[in-house]
T-cell receptor
């Protein structure tokens, strides 16, 4: 069975500093990987996804993630965060197109001025 | 743009009431999903549907049922609401031929059962 572990429940960071949100997954087959963001009082919005090909994936709002198959990780990074990046971030994995996503517990990113 | 709408943003119900949460998508998507979101637990799949009148249990179906009479609408039903069903409920959809593999989410319904 698939599972996703987000290693940090909360990450405080100062504005303009770099940030990394960590995600590890377990699966016995090939997977599709996603990062979603949830701003306060809103639904989830896709940040980026890995389906195949290049292991470095670029998404919206300056975020990127690197798929590391040997370490079964898909960490999210941004070189310089803004106050507006304050939100909850979810890593998710799917083994099959159109089928269910398995989510991690989420990481709350708090950007301080 | 794909739009997924949910009938209520906030809902307060009493224990034992029958509760209906409605979700509508406007992109002719085949697959629809209901998730429950709780702090520290992320999103957990309750039920999903890959066609009209078809449904499959997710990871936490107990205490819930669903209905999909029309392709665009997927309803979540709490037959007899209990306080442990107080949560945020999120609906999502995805369509065939979508190379993005992205599930589109509604804004969520925050349900409080008292």
């Amino acid at each position: 069975a698939q599972s996703v572990t987000q290693l940090d429940s909360q990450v405080p960071v100062f504005e303009e500093a770099p940030v990394e949100l960590r995600c590890n997954y377990s699966s016995s087959v090939s997977v599709y990987l996603f990062w979603y963001v949830q701003y306060p009082n809103q639904g989830l919005q896709l940040l980026l996804k890995y389906l195949s090909g290049s292991t470095l994936v670029k998404g919206i709002n300056g975020f990127e993630a690197e798929f590391n198959k040997s370490q079964t990780s898909f960490h999210l990074r941004k070189p310089s965060v803004h106050i507006s990046d304050t939100a909850e971030y979810f890593c998710a994995v799917s083994e099959e197109y159109g089928n269910k996503l398995v989510f991690g517990a989420g990481t709350i990113l708090r950007v301080k001025s | 743009d794909v739009k997924v709408t949910q009938s209520s943003r906030y809902l307060v119900k009493r224990t034992g009431e029958k509760v209906f949460l409605e979700c509508v998508q406007d992109m002719d998507h085949e697959n629809m999903f209901w998730y429950r979101q709780d702090p520290g637990l992320g999103l957990r799949l309750i039920y999903f549907s890959y066609d009209v009148k078809m449904k499959e249990k997710g990871d936490i179906p107990e205490g819930y049922s669903v209905s999909r009479e029309k392709k665009e609408r997927f309803s979540l039903i709490l037959e007899s609401a209990s306080t442990n069903q107080t949560s945020m409920y999120l609906c999502a959809s995805i369509g065939p031929g979508q190379g993005t593999y992205e599930q589109y989410f509604g804004p969520g319904t925050r349900l409080t059962v008292t």
